[in-house]
């Protein structure tokens, strides 16, 4: 039986890695799409080869550019046809007021944080629908559900991707694919790094699990998903240990 294949974005680090990590063990074969650490990503692909037994396409690049990911398809299918599973993690951040923020600096953020999402669902749809199945899952954000002081663009670019979701749900639910989020709460990646040991306890004390989650954990959430019943589709899920 042909293994299925994920295809992660932003698989160099954080979330998108150790998401990479767990679909290996779990005998996936696997698509990584990085932009800035190829050799890193490289590397670690070989790892998981040689650890799992399974096979790796790097395709490195900037995901916010709808000919890369184009390109990047063309790859995938002299590779193994097409994609089961499609995870669109890559992502962003601007911490910010609203008003200084550059309109270049704008536009980055929906065109890697959300047009991306739109260009990888684009091209991996057609195969999933002729082999009548296949599994949609988008990294998006608690701030896309309540939105955030000083990170307006980002809490508009997840808010976006939730609402795609809900709606590419609806429109490929006929053809056996399901579309869902997950909209992390705090996750200790590199994203909340800046947080110093102060601004990081006060924040642990208002979520409810008291402590951030672990990307890998984040990750085995992912492989349980994608084994959910059909039935679960549309849904932006909270990963936030009870803090909204």
Request: proline share 2%; net charge negative.
């Amino acid at each position: 039986m042909k293994r299925k294949t994920v295809l992660i974005t932003g698989a160099s680090r954080g979330i998108g890695r150790a998401a990479a990590a767990a679909f290996a063990k779990a005998g996936y074969d696997l698509v990584l799409n990085c932009i800035h650490s190829e050799k890193e990503l490289r590397r670690f692909s070989l790892e998981l080869e040689e650890d799992f037994h399974i096979q790796t396409l790097c395709c490195c690049g900037d995901i916010a550019s709808y000919a890369f990911v184009c390109e990047m398809f063309e790859k995938v299918r002299e590779f193994c046809q097409g994609v089961d599973i499609l995870i669109n993690n890559a992502g962003i951040s601007y911490i910010g007021l609203l008003s200084e923020m550059h309109y270049e600096e704008w536009e980055r953020m929906l065109h890697t944080n959300l047009t991306s999402v739109f260009s990888c669902c684009k091209c991996a749809v057609p195969y999933m629908i002729s082999q009548k199945e296949g599994k949609i899952i988008n990294i998006s954000s608690v701030w896309g559900i309540s939105g955030a002081s000083c990170e307006a663009a980002y809490s508009a670019a997840k808010g976006g991707v939730n609402a795609l979701t809900r709606a590419l749900a609806k429109e490929l639910a006929p053809s056996n694919i399901q579309v869902n989020a997950v909209a992390c709460g705090v996750i200790d990646t590199d994203m909340n790094a800046a947080l110093d040991l102060s601004e990081r306890k006060s924040l642990e004390n208002e979520i409810p699990a008291g402590y951030f989650a672990k990307p890998e954990e984040v990750a085995a959430f992912l492989c349980q998903l994608v084994l959910a019943p059909s039935y679960l589709t549309g849904q932006v899920i909270r990963f936030d240990g009870g803090w909204l």
